[in-house]
Nanobody, 133 residues
Framework: QVQLVESGGGSVQAGGSLRLSCAAS????????MGWFRQAPGKEREGVAV????????YYADSVKGRFTISQDNAKNTVYLQMNSLTPEDSAMYYC??????????????????????????WGQGTQVTVSS
């Protein structure tokens, strides 16, 4: 059973920061692609950031590059998303996700990595991020 437990969302003003956490079971976490996608009302799901937990390869959507940082803590089987310089356009429900089919190697490109997370069948309950102007 895949379990992903997110925390850390909330409301901030534009320019502020938030950090999201995603705790997973050891089996789910190990040597896999994990990341975050977001979905705002009426909008398509968007892959935001991905990390390959078997190494340290990271991938970002162009919309968040330079502002968001995804990281991992192997001892805690936890993935983090540090979000800085937030804008109202970042407001959405954020979901931690794991690749449906295990990633045995880091994806070769950001496009492929983000697509893996975007179409994942395994995600957590979601955490709301609201950024006011």
């Amino acid at each position: 059973q895949v379990q992903l437990v997110e925390s850390g969302g909330g409301s901030v003003q534009a320019g502020g920061s938030l950090r999201l956490s995603c705790a997973a079971s050891a089996y789910t976490y190990s040597r896999n692609c994990m990341g975050w996608f977001r979905q705002a009302p009426g909008k398509e799901r968007e892959g935001v950031a991905v990390i390959y937990t078997g190494g340290r390869s990271t991938y970002y959507a162009d919309s968040v590059k330079g502002r968001f940082t995804i990281s991992q803590d192997n001892a805690k089987n936890t993935v983090y998303l540090q979000m800085n310089s937030l804008t109202p356009e970042d407001s959405a429900m954020y979901y931690c996700a794991r690749a449906t089919d295990r990633c045995w190697a880091p994806p070769p490109t950001a496009i492929q990595a983000l697509a893996i997370i975007k179409r994942s069948n395994y995600w957590g309950q979601g955490t709301q991020v609201t950024v006011s102007s």
